[in-house]
C-alpha cells in the first residue's frame, strides 16, 4: 500500500499547500517522489516520534495539515501519550499514518509489529481509525481521513497480501464485498487485508455474505449488515489485531443494542503465546488468521 | 530595556501576582506553591513585559498552572476565566492547564512533564509556512529536563534554528522527589542547552528581573534557537517555602498563609523604597 500512499500524498500534496509531511525517519524506497514533490513541507524529523507528534500538533493549531508517517508501531505506542494529550484532547485534525499494521513485518519482530494499534487508538477523544483493505482503498481512506475533521490514524498493511483486489466496491467505513447468491448461512466481517483470503474461492459466494469495516470506532452497524446477520445467525470476526479493543469488541458492542440471536466466531492476533517470532505468514498460522486456516473456519461454519 | 516596563513595576505585578496565587491555593487547600513561587518572576517578565500579543506561552512545567492563570489574568491576557474558579468543579482552571479548553493564551494542556517544548518548537517552526510572526517562550523545569521528548525538541528546534524560539529553564534544583543533583543530575546544564545548538544565557538569580533581563538580552541575536538557564528558588519569598521539597505538594495552613502574605507585603514596601 506504500506506493497507492505515496502517489495520494505526492498528488494531495500538490492541491493542498497546507500539507506538512513528517516523517520518523523512515519511506526508503517509497517517499523519495514525495520528498521531490513536497520540498520543504517533507521534514523528517528523525527518529524522535514523541517529538512528531507535538510538533504536529502545533502546526495543526496553526492551520496546517500536518500528516505523520512511520511504521505503524512507531507511530503509535512511543507518542501515545502525545496523541492523547496533544493532539487527542485538542481534537487537532493530525492525521497519523502507520505503514505495516497487524504482523507485516514479520521476522522484524514484536518491535516492529502493531496487534495493539487499534485498542489504544480508537479509545481517543474523536479519534477516527481508517483501514484500508487494499492497495486500491488506499486512495480514498486517506481522503476520508482528511476530510474527517478531527484526528485520524491510517493503518496500513503491509507484508504478504496482494496489492489490489479487482472488482471492490468503493472505501466505505462500512461496506459489503460479498452478498451471498442463497440465504446466507454465515456472516463474515473482517478489517483490513486478512479479510482478503476470504474473497477468493468462488464457491464461497452462495451462502456467505462477507463485510469489511473500515473504520473504528463506530456506533452503529448498517441495516444490510443486521440483516445478514439476522439471516445467518451466524457471525465471524476476522482481525490482525487483538481481541481487546479490536473490530470484534466494537462490533459485539454495537450489535448488543439491537435484537439479534447470532453465534460469534473470533479470529484474531493472538500475540505472541510461546514467545516465538516468525514472518508474517507463520504469525498469522500461529492464530488461525492465514487463508488456509480462514477457508477451513468458513467451509465449517457454513453448513 | 527597550520599552518594556521598569524592574519596579514588574516588583510591583509580581507582588500582585504572588497575593493573588497565594489566595487561590489557600481557598483551594491545593499544593504545588512552591513551584508557582519559583517561576513567578520568568512569567511576569514575560507578560508584563517581553511579550508581544501575537507571541505565544507554552507552561511545559504545568504544575505551577496556579502562576500561569494569575499572570495571564492580571495582565489582561486570559479575559475569559474567572481565577476564582480554579480548582472548583466545572472549571476551566484545573489543577493544570487544561487541555482543549480553546483558551487563546493557553493554547495547549500540559501537566504531564516533556510536552511544552515539543509544542513550542512545532509553534516557532509554523511560521515557515504560515508567514505569521511571533515569537514563542517556552518555560521548563528540572523535571522537564529529565525527559527524552524535551531533548527530542531540542535537536528538533536546533537542527531547524527557531531563532523565535526562547526556552526558559526555571532550575530551581528540586523535583519530585529530592534533589535534581541527587536524583538525575543535569549540571553542566549551560553547556548541555550549548551542546545541542542553542545560544544560552545564565540568569544567576532567575527570581530577580534585572537578572532575567540581562540573560534575554544576552541571547537576543542570531540564528539559533535560545534557552536561558534561570537559577531559581522553589518557594521564593516566602521563608519556610523556600528550598524546601514539602512545598511542591503541601497546603498551607492558616497561619502559614497568614505568614505567607505578611511576607510578601514586606515585600511590597521593600519595592516601593527609592531606588538607589
Sequence with gaps: MRVEFANWVEQFGRREPRLIFLTGDLGFGALEQ????????????????????????????????????????????????????????????????????????GIMGASHHAIEDLAVLSCMPGMACIVPLCGSDVTAACEAAFTYPGPAYIRLGFGIWPDSIGGLPPFEPQRRLVTASAPPKLTIV?????????????SMAETVDVFAIGQLPFQNVTPELIE??????????????????????????ALSRQNLRFELHHRCAQGYPHSRYGSQRWHLEQSQLDAEALRADIATLKQ | ????????????????????LLRMYKRANAGHIGTSLSCLEILVELCFGRMQRDDHLILSKGHAAAALYTVLSLSGRLPECDLNTFYQDNTLLAAHPPCGSGLRAIPFGTGSLGHGLGLAA???????????????????????????????????????????????????GLQGFGRTDEVQGLEPLVEKWRAFGFSVAEASNGNDFHSLTEAHAAVADGPKPRCIVARTTKGHGVSYMENRLEWHYLPMSDAQYEQAIVENSAAQESSNEPCA
Excluded at chain 1, 228 to 236: C, D, E, K, P, V
Excluded at chain 2, 1 to 20: D, F, H, K, S
Aim: net charge positive; charged share 20%; aromatic share 6%.
Design chain 2, 122 to 172: 512545532g509553534l516557532a517552526f509554523s511560521q515557515r509556512f504560515t508567514g505569521r510572526d511571533f515569537h514563542v517562550y517556552a518555560v521548563l523545569s528540572d523535571g522537564d529536563c529529565n525527559e527524552g521528548s524535551t531533548w527530542e525538541a531540542a535537536l528538533f528546534a536546533a537542527h531547524h534554528r527557531l531563532d523565535r524560539l526562547t526556552v526558559i529553564i526555571d532550575a530551581n
Design chain 1, 228 to 253: 445478514s446477520i439476522n439471516a445467518s445467525g451466524r457471525l465471524l470476526v476476522i482481525e490482525e489485531h487483538v481481541a481487546r479493543g479490536g473490530l470484534g469488541e466494537h462490533l459485539a458492542a
Design chain 1, 190 to 202: 473482517g478489517l483490513g487485508p486478512v479479510l482478503l483470503p476470504t474473497l477468493l474461492p468462488a
Design chain 2, 1 to 20: 530595556m527597550n520599552g518594556l516596563p521598569a524592574t519596579r513595576n514588574l516588583a510591583e505585578a509580581r507582588i500582585r501576582c504572588a497575593r493573588q
Design chain 1, 34 to 105: 514525495v520528498r521531490a514533490a513536497l520540498g520543504p513541507r517533507f521534514v523528517n524529523v528523525g527518529v524522535s516520534e514523541q517529538n512528531m507528534i507535538s510538533v504536529a500538533a502545533a502546526l495543526a493549531h496553526e492551520g496546517l495539515r500536518p500528516l505523520c508517517y512511520s511504521i505503524a508501531p512507531f507511530t503509535v505506542f512511543r507518542p501515545l501519550e502525545q496523541i492523547r494529550l496533544d493532539v487527542a484532547l485538542h481534537r487537532h485534525p493530525v492525521k497519523i499514518v502507520g505503514n505495516g499494521g497487524g504482523y507485516g513485518y
